[in-house]
């Protein structure tokens, strides 16, 4: 399940999007969008300053 | 400019990301002929502000430019190192080779280094992300772009990937490689107003208060500052994050205890050695797309513009020549990597070594240097000052680098 994010949260600071190994998140106007090259590593979830992204299901 | 849905642009070169470095390539290139183009994809050039905005002055020159007194929201006289057991280490300006640091005011510096690149002729659209890049025969030919909701092309002889640290552009071109965890850090910093501090240096604390990295203070007023700090990714377990490293040093520390944000910032910078190539057939990467990020500080803008500046230049030469190939690129390489590389891997070398150092070594290192008096901030010299009243940590310390 790819992670999610909690849009209020996300400040769009762009940390999951350079560290994403498989280049599937992008920066959208008022979030992030992960799409299906998501691996499901969790470095995006655990890269993010303010814990804005969670794997699903947890 | 007004943009319909499938309009095409010609330009000689179009660059994604109007930050300091996409600014000074725009501005060289422009000065020297070329047709240039910035796409900006946030509405304001320089905001929301994504730096603790400390910088040195030696660039000035260089690119160029007489002052920044506009863009400047305080001049320091130094900075202070401190250790986890309260060690202090004062730097003055004169100890840092009369180099002097500013903290900026970043949003309104941006959008002065944008309005120099347009007084040489470049032009500017805001609010306008790059969705793709337009590939021909396997060369870059433009990108793909979006103004208020509406796909436009940009066709253009060369691409400069200007994008930062998330940078698409790269990552399209197939230049990048991962980032190592150990090489990136993830940021958080507050601008607390109503705090208690030297205001006239910048501040800086290590050790285990920002595992692999450190605390900064950086002075925007009497009792403001941004205070924030980088924690290196893989020492991250995924219990706390660097917002809750960030609170437990504030609440620990009285100065900054009653202190309240009048903002918060987040980020992430990669902190690596200089990578392989930053080019690929019509185009080339600058500033924090092509990681040339100082791996010891952190710092981006100074190389970022350096390297903007030689990447501008290189640009029109190489729309002039009509020669976007491999072998005309490494011009640029060579270019770029014969003003910076060398220290790029000194200083992540030494980041790699002091990485390896706990709490108990940097109250060692600070509490002897506190001792002596500097006379220059270089590695030699700390290692001497060091060496004094421990010789050991010395003999150590070489080994790592």
């Not at chain 2, 986890?84 to 009369?98: D, R, V």
């Not at chain 2, 809750?244 to 903002?263: A, M, Q």
């Not at chain 2, 092509?290 to 952190?298: I, K, L, N």
Request: overall charge negative.
């Amino acid at each position: 399940m790819k992670p999610e994010v909690e849009d209020e949260k996300c400040m769009r600071c762009g940390a999951c999007v350079g560290t994403c190994p498989f280049n599937a998140i992008f920066l959208k106007e008022f979030t992030i969008d992960i799409n299906d090259d998501c691996t499901e590593c969790g470095m995006c979830v655990k890269v993010c300053p303010i814990d804005a992204l969670d794997m699903r299901g947890d | 400019m007004d943009i319909q849905e499938g309009d095409v642009l010609n330009y000689d070169i179009v660059i994604v990301g109007g930050g300091p470095a996409g600014s000074a390539a725009a501005r060289f290139a422009a000065k020297e002929g070329a047709e240039v183009l910035v796409l900006e994809k946030r509405q304001e050039i320089g905001s929301p502000v994504r730096c603790a905005e400390g910088v040195s002055l030696s660039w000035l020159e260089e690119l160029e430019i007489d002052n920044i007194h506009s863009s400047t929201s305080r001049v320091m006289k130094g900075a202070t190192l401190y250790s986890p057991a309260g060690h202090k280490l004062k730097i003055t300006e004169k100890l840092a080779g009369n180099e002097v640091g500013v903290v900026l005011e970043r949003d309104h510096f941006d959008k002065e280094m944008a309005r120099l690149a347009v007084e040489e002729g470049a032009d500017f659209m805001v609010k306008t992300s790059a969705v793709g890049l337009i590939k021909e025969e396997g060369i870059v030919k433009g990108v793909k772009a979006k103004n208020l909701g509406k796909e436009f092309e940009v066709r253009a002889d060369l691409v400069i990937g200007a994008d930062g640290f998330e940078s698409q552009v790269g990552r399209w071109a197939g230049i990048y490689e991962s980032l190592e965890p150990k090489d990136i850090m993830t940021c958080f910093q507050y601008r607390l107003t109503g705090i208690d501090m030297d205001p006239d240096y910048t501040h800086f604390f290590m050790g285990s208060d920002a595992p692999g990295g450190y605390v900064w203070v950086f002075p925007k007023s009497e009792n403001t500052a941004n205070v924030g700090l980088g924690i290196q990714f893989s020492r991250l377990n995924g219990e706390k994050t660097p917002k809750d490293y960030l609170d437990e040093f504030i609440e620990s520390h009285d100065d900054y205890k009653g202190g309240e944000p009048v903002d918060m910032v987040a980020g992430a910078v990669a902190v690596t050695h200089p990578p392989e190539k930053v080019t690929a057939p019509g185009i080339l990467l600058v500033g924090d797309a092509s990681r040339v990020v100082d791996p010891m500080t952190g710092g981006g803008i100074v190389n970022g513009l350096i390297q903007g500046k030689i990447a501008g230049k290189f640009a029109a030469e190489a729309v002039k020549e009509g020669r976007v190939d491999e072998e005309y690129l490494q011009k640029y390489e060579e270019q770029w990597r014969d003003k910076m590389e060398d220290k790029l891997w000194r200083n992540y070398m030494a980041k790699e070594a002091a990485m390896q150092l706990n709490d108990e070594t940097f109250d060692k290192i600070i509490d002897a240097l506190s001792d002596v008096d500097l006379e220059t901030v270089t590695i030699g010299a700390i290692l001497d000052g060091v060496k004094k009243k421990y010789p050991e940590l010395v003999d150590e310390f070489k080994e790592m680098i």
